[in-house]
Nanobody, 115 residues
Framework: QVQLVESGGGLVQAGGSLRLSCAAS????????MAWYRQAPGKQRELVAH???????TYADSVKGRFTISRDNARNTVYLQMNSLKPEDTAVYYC?????????WGRGTQVTVSS
């Protein structure tokens, strides 16, 4: 059974930084493209960034140049370094495979950016 545990969120002022982590189990992590998604209050969940098995990365336009996704296959962990945070980045952040077609989600980690 796939288990995803996100951590690292918190309250930060605009312009600040956070580093999110997601520990995955129950999957052959090194063979999966992984991604970070987020869901703001009253909005649909959206894709933030994804990383292929070869390390190729892709970002949503809204975070390009500010966020960096990375992975450590030895630790079955995917990271999201978030710099220059803005209030509009406030959301619950989730990780999952990419593209995510079926299966459950973790609990996510709350990121709140104050102005």
């Amino acid at each position: 059974q796939v288990q995803l545990v996100e951590s690292g969120g918190g309250l930060v002022q605009a312009g600040g930084s956070l580093r999110l982590s997601c520990a995955a189990s129950g999957i052959i992590f090194s063979k999966k493209a992984m991604a970070w998604y987020r869901q703001a209050p009253g909005k649909q969940r959206e894709l933030v960034a994804h990383i292929a098995t070869d390390g190729t990365t892709t970002y949503a336009d809204s975070v390009k140049g500010r966020f960096t996704i990375s992975r450590d296959n030895a630790r079955n962990t995917v990271y999201l370094q978030m710099n220059s945070l803005k209030p509009e980045d406030t959301a619950v952040y989730y990780c999952n495979d990419y593209p995510h077609v079926f299966g459950s989600w973790g609990r996510g980690t709350q990121v709140t950016v104050s102005s």
